[in-house]
């Protein structure tokens, strides 16, 4: 479906958040464009929840399941989902989208940017070799098509994912050889001020009980703390350390890889939101207030895209961003919305201690990529480093990290911890990335179509 | 390697990948699609030649890249399957388009 | 507290600076270079990577001389470069095109041509104006709306980003210190000759200093009593995903980099102060190129990006010693790509021998724009 000219509203992302801001805002009357590079709503989370079978949502689970009643909320809303879209720049007032090939200029009197999270990049030797997939991504394999993994079948890393996905494979009867868990043991001492905060939120409930199971049926290596994947063509084997123990060598078919999710910042950031440092779950949060709102009037984010809280606090966000936009007066039900979305927030802090990667796994060494698209090496980034260069954008200059077509989301973080390691400051100080329009990229011919302005054109034109 | 679940719906396309027939879902992501009929790796890199396929499945990471119906460098991960659709494993850098 | 002391400090670490420190630095002299952090307006980090000759000096004979003379020497130093520095700077002199998609735009080129060529004391050098059969057998890609071009065998270019990298590579190779996040704020003159330079990064001390540090120079010029009136001319640029060699001359728009990328240029805009992007600007750069090369329709944009070039009111470039600080430099231009052949060999050298010969540098003193207009 190709977008109209203009909307009420515009929201990047049918995620819990993207959907639950644009139910809120259909609801009320107003006309809603919402548009997401997937061709069906749920975001990550809840991908494809409403095409599949239903036993497929009876096997992932009921915090999958639950998605299907937001979908169709959100279908029932009047606001209009166009599928297969990608947004590529977002400014108060307009977003820039392809569809099917084709870009339009869409206008909107507010924005919402719920753009949501990916997975954080997990630079090891091998990573990049066929068979090596991210965890998050296999689970996107069973969740939109249902396919499992067969053969020998490695999950590595850490975090809520890694448990989750196992869980769900153990329920389709699949066997999960290992799970590398490389989640430091001193996490749980750093973790620990915060457990009453976890206990006290909604989260318990979900976790411990899956964790168990996972336990009872999975071989799990803990403490490992070196990992490597092997392979020709394709991954054959891995191999991995406990502490400071022997090599451990095993075959496999299929490795998978997953350390956290961080926020998609990338179109907040190349609308001109600034972004902080987050130290505790390592990555960048833009700058916006609890109601969504940015310094840019017009410009509004919620959901994971603004610091990861999960599902359910994304879609009090969506709501609480709708609200801001409607000018509902604060009391009453966003008052609520605050309060319970407050609570998710107190437990998460407990999650990103105690699954913090651990730095030799955010900062890779020797010849590892760091780099997929332009196989830039971890060396290659201490060299340039001892250069003295002064941040990010000049290492991608110099070495063409992060100017592949993946935009530097695979190396970002990578690069700007690796610099700030190198340079002995943090990475607040060494900085990242600078994001530009378009976000993703689009082809030359769409761009072409562009409208442009006499005086524009005689800049160009000699 | 991946296996479809019993409950997946029945593979009734037929794409051609690399000149070959295979079966696939309609309404799948072509990465899937390929996954599903055992074929990890899509292409090669401009830089090095190295092998890759797809790896994060939602858009991100640009691994998956293929040609598709003559278009190169398009995201399988992206385009959904429908019958007769050609899909060719690229190496190295694309070429110009048609 | 003691101020690290040196023979020269080069202020700014973009292509002249780099180019012109290590030049001085060759010469045994000790040498350190001074630059802003990450995020600072650095044309050398943002521009087109061309090493061109035609159509300069249209008004200035002279720089028509310099550029030959940086074209005809960039092939030598890019070998020196590269054995210093390990690095190829992937240049290639081809010969490279004016492209024109209208014949109203190709007279007015070869008008253009042939005036700058006509010009009193001009060093001629070598060009052609193509029919569009001629330059289909060159550049076989073209659009059905090409109706010809100007070519110049002297063009060529170079991955100037690989060129940063190798100067300041080579730079740390002969123990030239690097100091980024030293924006320098204030240059004081020393009683007994000298230059203290305070910076975010702390104080050095040098025996002479060179201004390089590109639309900053027109602020930290008067400290030194000098005059440097550059300002920002915007430029936007488009670069597409890595494709197969298709494009064996770089086109004065658009060129295809030695990675196989392809860089759509540039605008020319006077924004001041900023590197905002605009979709009307790319567009349009994005719409000719197609034009010039139809199958470039679909291949994926995957960055655009502005940058600020360094003017001066005439264009040309300013090198020149201060009359009333001895030891105090100034060197800024546009076309820091082109003549970093120049600023290498020759620039650097004589700055850190404590002179700029007149015969080579007195028409690039900014005293020529103080001369009164004539009535
Ligand atoms: C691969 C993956 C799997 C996950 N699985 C789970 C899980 O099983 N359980 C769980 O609790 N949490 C999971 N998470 C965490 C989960 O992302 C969040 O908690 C939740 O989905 C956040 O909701 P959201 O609405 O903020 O964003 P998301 O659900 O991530 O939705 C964002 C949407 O925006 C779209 N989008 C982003 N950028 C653009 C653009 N430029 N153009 C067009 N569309 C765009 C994306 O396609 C996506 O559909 C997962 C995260 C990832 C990355
Ligand atoms: C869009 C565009 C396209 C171009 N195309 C070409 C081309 O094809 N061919 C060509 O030859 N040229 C081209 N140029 C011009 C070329 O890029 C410039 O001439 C050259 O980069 C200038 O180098 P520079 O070192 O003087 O300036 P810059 O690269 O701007 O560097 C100045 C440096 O000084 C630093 N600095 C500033 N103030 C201070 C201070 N107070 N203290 C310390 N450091 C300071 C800055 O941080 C910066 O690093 C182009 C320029 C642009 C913008
Ligand atoms: S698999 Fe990552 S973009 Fe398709």
Same mark, same amino acid.
């Given at each position: 479906m190709s977008p109209e000219r203009r909307y009420d509203a515009l929201v990047v992302g049918a995620g819990p958040a993207g959907l639950a801001a644009a139910t809120t805002l259909a609801r009320a009357g107003r006309s809603v464009a919402v548009f997401d590079e997937q061709p069906t709503p749920g975001g990550q989370v809840h991908r494809a929840v409403a095409a599949v079978p239903e036993s497929r949502r009876a096997l992932l689970g009921p915090d999958y399941a639950r998605g299907r009643e937001a979908v169709e909320a959100f279908l029932a809303s009047g606001a209009h989902h166009i599928g297969q879209a990608s947004v590529w720049s977002a400014a108060p007032g307009r977003v820039g989208v392809t569809v099917g090939g084709v870009a339009h200029l869409v206008e909107g009197d507010a924005v919402v940017l719920a753009t949501g999270a990916y997975e954080r990049p997990f630079p090891i030797p091998g990573w990049t070799l066929p068979g090596v997939l991210s965890g998050g991504g296999a689970q996107t394999l069973l969740k939109a098509s249902g396919l499992v993994p067969e053969g020998r079948t490695v999950i590595a890393g850490s975090g809520p994912l890694v448990w989750l996905l196992a869980w769900q494979y153990l329920r389709c009867g699949l066997t999960v050889d290992a799970i590398l868990d490389s989640t430091p043991a001193g996490n749980r001492w750093r973790a620990a001020p915060h457990l009453a905060g976890f206990l006290a939120s909604p989260y318990p409930v979900k976790g411990l009980e899956l964790l168990r199971a996972v336990r009872r049926s999975v071989r799990v290596v803990r403490g490992v703390s070196a990992l490597e994947a092997v392979g020709e063509d394709r991954v054959s084997a891995l191999r991995y350390r406990v502490g400071a123990g022997a090599w451990v060598e095993m075959g496999v078919d299929t490795l998978l890889l997953h350390q956290g999710v961080v926020p998609a910042i990338e179109l907040a950031a190349s609308a001109g939101i600034r972004q902080r440092w987050d130290r505790d779950q390592l990555c960048w949060h833009p700058e916006v207030d609890a109601m969504g709102r940015t310094p840019l009037a017009g410009l509004y984010l919620a959901g994971?895209? =603004?610091?990861? /809280?999960g599902a359910e606090a994304a879609a009090l966000s969506g709501e609480l961003a709708a609200h801001a936009i409607l000018g509902t007066s604060e009391g009453g039900r966003v008052s609520g919305l605050l309060a319970q979305r407050a609570r998710w927030l107190r437990g998460r802090r407990f999650l990103d201690l105690l699954y913090q990667p651990a730095p030799a796994f955010r900062v890779p060494a020797g010849e =590892?990529? /760091?780099?997929?698209?332009?196989?830039?090496t971890a060396r290659a980034l201490g060299e340039a480093a001892a250069l003295g260069v002064p941040g990010p954008n000049q290492l991608k200059a110099f070495l063409r990290c992060g100017m592949g077509p993946c935009q530097g989301r695979l190396c970002g973080l990578t690069v700007t911890e690796a610099l700030a390691h190198h340079s002995g400051r943090t990475p607040a100080q060494v900085g990242r990335y600078r994001a530009r329009v378009p976000v993703k990229p689009l082809p030359l011919a769409a761009l072409a179509a562009m409208p442009a302005t006499d005086d524009e054109r005689r800049a160009v034109e000699r | 390697m991946f296996r479809r679940l019993p409950d997946a719906p029945p593979a009734t396309a037929t794409i051609l990948v690399d000149g070959r027939a295979v079966r696939a879902v309609p309404g799948e992501s072509v990465a899937a699609a390929l996954l599903a009929n055992g074929i990890v790796a899509c292409r090669t890199t401009p830089v090095s030649g190295a092998a890759r396929g797809p790896y994060c499945l939602m858009g991100v990471c640009f691994e998956c890249l293929a040609t598709i119906d003559g278009e190169p460098n398009r995201q399988t991960c992206l385009v959904l399957v429908r019958d007769g659709l050609r899909i060719e494993t690229q190496s190295g850098a694309r070429g110009l388009g048609p | 507290m003691t101020a690290r002391s040196f023979d020269l400090a080069v202020v700014g670490g973009g292509l002249v600076g780099a180019a012109v420190a290590w030049g001085a630095a060759r010469t045994g002299a000790r040498v350190v270079v001074l630059d802003e952090g990450d995020? !600072?307006?650095?044309?050398s980090r943002g521009n087109f990577a061309l090493v061109w000759v035609q159509s300069k000096g249209m008004g200035m004979p002279e720089y028509a001389a310099w550029t030959v003379a940086s074209s005809e020497a960039w092939a030598g130093f890019a070998d020196e470069l590269g054995r210093e520095s390990?690095?190829?700077?992937?240049?290639?002199?081809?010969g490279g095109f004016h492209l024109a998609l209208s014949d109203a735009e190709l007279q007015a080129r070869a008008d253009n041509l042939k005036r700058l060529h006509n010009q009193p004391a001009m060093q001629r050098y070598p060009y052609e104006i193509l029919d569009r059969e001629r330059v289909r057998g060159m550049l076989p890609e073209i659009g059905p709306e090409v109706v010809g071009g100007s070519f110049c065998p002297l063009d060529g270019h170079t991955n100037s980003l690989k060129l940063l990298r190798a100067l300041h590579t080579a730079l740390a190779r002969a123990g030239t210190p690097y100091l980024a996040r030293? !924006?320098?704020e204030t240059i004081l003159p020393r009683g007994g000759g000298g230059f203290r330079l305070l910076s975010s990064g702390g104080t050095i001390e040098a025996a002479r200093v060179a201004l390089c540090a590109g639309n900053g120079n027109a602020r930290l010029a008067p400290m030194l009593g000098l005059s440097v009136p550059v300002r920002p001319q915007r430029g936007q640029i488009v670069v597409t995903e890595r494709v197969q060699p298709f494009l064996h001359h770089p086109v004065v728009t658009v060129r295809q980099t030695d990675e196989g990328s392809v860089m759509l240029g540039d605008s020319l805009e006077e924004t001041g102060f900023d590197t905002a992007t605009g979709l009307g600007v790319t567009g349009t750069i994005a719409n000719r190129a197609v034009r010039l090369f139809p199958r470039l329709a679909r291949v994926n944009v995957v960055r655009t990006w502005a940058a600020l070039r360094v003017m001066t009111p005439d264009g040309f470039p300013i090198y020149e010693e201060s009359t009333s600080h001895p030891g105090a430099f100034v060197a800024t231009c546009h076309s820091g790509v082109t003549l970093a052949a120049n600023h290498a060999r020759l620039v650097g050298p004589t700055i850190a021998a404590g002179r700029l010969p007149a015969e080579t540098f007195a028409p690039f003193s900014a005293r020529r724009f103080d001369v009164p207009q004539a009535a």
């Open positions: 994971d895209g =603004t610091g990861i /809280a =590892t990529l /760091a780099c997929r698209c332009e196989e830039v | - | 995020i !600072a307006f650095r044309a390990g690095i190829d700077v992937a240049h290639r002199r081809p030293h !924006a320098v």
